[in-house]
């Protein structure tokens, strides 16, 4: 089971862009990487995922480097609303088991 | 519109009160699970679903009983619940195990 490590929380101001690092270092061959939002009380949110090199949308990007060893997720220009608890997860190999456990996230304030 | 449903939102209970806190889906997705959220552990699943009568348990399911007879409902179970019980619940559906997950907008349980 891959496990992932994210720093705890973060601070930014409105208009900045916002990476958050994440560290998989066990990351299987088969595993995609995936981030979710939460907002207080509501249930996560899909972010973005991704397998290697860079997937963008209309939200976020994702930046994989060539080992996969760790992913960065950037939010261009946050707002308030951006503030919310980020996680990254690992799906595992599709066995048929359970896949992408929750760690414990990174807490973003985005201050005016 | 794509959504899962949990019912109740909020629910007060007693030590050892059987309760059952439903979740429904209507994406015709396969996967199904249940998680918990606790302040500074982040979500832990569990128990998760793969198809109707296919299910298995996650990180935490003591305590906890699950069925799948539909392949849209998937209903948490608590037997005789303890106050350690008390916690935010999520259950979550997608597609496949590596697809992105949705989830319910949450049950606060307290259990006294």
């Known amino acids: 089971l891959a496990k992932t490590t994210q720093p705890i929380s973060m601070d930014s101001y409105e208009g900045q862009e916002v990476n958050i690092t994440c560290s998989h270092n066990?990351?299987?061959?088969?595993?995609?990487i995936t981030w979710y939002q939460q907002f207080p009380s509501q249930g996560p949110r899909f972010i973005i995922q991704g397998y290697k090199t860079k997937v963008t949308n209309e939200v976020a990007s994702l930046f994989i480097p060539a080992d996969r060893k760790s992913s960065t997720l950037s939010l261009p220009r946050v707002s308030l609303s951006d503030t919310a608890v980020y996680y990254c997860l690992v799906g595992e190999r599709d066995t048929g088991r359970r896949a992408l456990t929750f760690g414990s996230g990174t807490r973003l304030q985005v201050q005016p | 519109e794509a959504q899962v449903t949990q019912n109740p939102r909020y629910l007060i209970t007693v030590t050892g009160k059987k309760l059952t806190v439903t979740c429904s889906q209507n994406m015709n997705h396969e996967y199904m699970s249940w998680y918990r959220q606790d302040p500074g552990l982040g979500l832990r699943q569990i128990y998760y679903s793969m198809n109707v009568e296919v299910t298995d348990k996650g990180d935490v399911p003591e305590g906890y009983k699950v069925s799948r007879k539909e392949k849209r409902n998937f209903p948490l179970i608590l037997e005789s619940p303890s106050p350690n019980q008390t916690s935010l619940y999520f259950c979550?559906?997608?597609?496949?195990?590596?697809?992105?997950?949705?989830f319910g907008p949450g049950t606060r349980l307290t259990v006294t």
């Open positions: 979550a559906s997608r597609s496949d195990l590596i697809a992105e997950q949705y």
């Open positions: 066990n990351i299987a061959t088969n595993d995609y």
